[in-house]
T-cell receptor
Framework: AQKITQTQPGMFVQEKEAVTLDCTYD???????LFWYKQPSSGEMIFLIY??????QNATEGRYSLNFQKARKSANLVISASQLGDSAMYFC????????????FGTGTSLTVIP | DAGVIQSPRHEVTEMGQEVTLRCKPI?????LFWYRQTMMRGLELLIY????????DSGMPEDRFSAKMPNASFSTLKIQPSEPRDSAVYFC??????????????FGEGSRLTVL
């Protein structure tokens, strides 16, 4: 089974609108971290936001927020007030703390912000 | 602080040649990961080390690939002999193994390999 599933290969959003990028995960480790990374066309991987499995509140970082639904094993990224510079690939990732400390990445979602 | 340093940034080589990619993790980080990224296969984990010890190398495509981490500040990924299908961007990333959250991966800028 896939550890991280991103079902949206490509998404479009109008500038200044909000967009949600989906991510579901699969683990039996009670301790894990969830991450989102942005990869612009220049290629670097940029860490955006983190959610711990024991965190009670959804993580927020500026215009980024993580909609964490533990029972559904989902960790969707919400980008508010989209900007043209948000056009990029977005990867969801999970780190299992008690089982080898490995990082698992999804296949990514390509986001295009339309002016 | 210096980030993860990878070299070379770009390499063009001919099929059959040996390729060595290098990585210097962030000082104090004791987990190191090698990923390969292609359009067709996305981001694939090749191998990762904890405290210089390889933990999982099941992602290494075949015997032509090998990785070493002789000390905490240096790792290599070697391909011998290289083939055109090895053309990809190879990322090295490091992370602290313990300590508080978030414990995110810090990526290098990648090594773009082209095998002709």
């Amino acid at each position: 089974a896939q550890k991280i599933t991103q079902t949206q290969p490509g998404m479009f959003v109008q500038e200044k609108e909000a967009v949600t990028l989906d991510c579901t995960y699969d683990t039996s480790d009670p301790s894990y971290g969830l991450f989102w990374y942005k990869q612009p066309s220049s290629g670097e991987m940029i860490f955006l936001i983190y959610q711990g499995s024991y965190d009670q509140q959804n993580a927020t970082e500026g215009r980024y927020s993580l909609n964490f639904q533990k029972a559904r094993k989902s960790a969707n990224l919400v980008i508010s007030a989209s900007q043209l510079g948000d056009s990029a690939m977005y990867f969801c990732a999970m780190r299992e703390i008690n089982t080898g400390n490995q990082f698992y990445f999804g296949t990514g979602t390509s986001l295009t912000v339309i002016p | 602080d210096a980030g993860v340093i990878q070299s070379p940034r770009h390499e063009v080589t001919e099929m059959g040649q040996e390729v060595t990619l290098r990585c210097k993790p962030i000082s104090g980080h004791n987990s190191l990961f090698w990923y390969r990224q292609t359009m067709m296969r996305g981001l694939e984990l090749l191998i990762y080390f904890n405290n210089n010890v390889p933990i999982d190398d099941s992602g290494m495509p075949e015997d032509r690939f090998s990785a070493k981490m002789p000390n905490a500040s240096f790792s290599t990924l070697k391909i011998q002999p290289s083939e055109p299908r090895d053309s990809a961007v190879y990322f090295c990333a490091s992370s602290p193994l313990s300590g508080g959250p978030p414990g995110e991966l810090f990526f290098g800028e990648g090594s773009r390999l082209t095998v002709l």
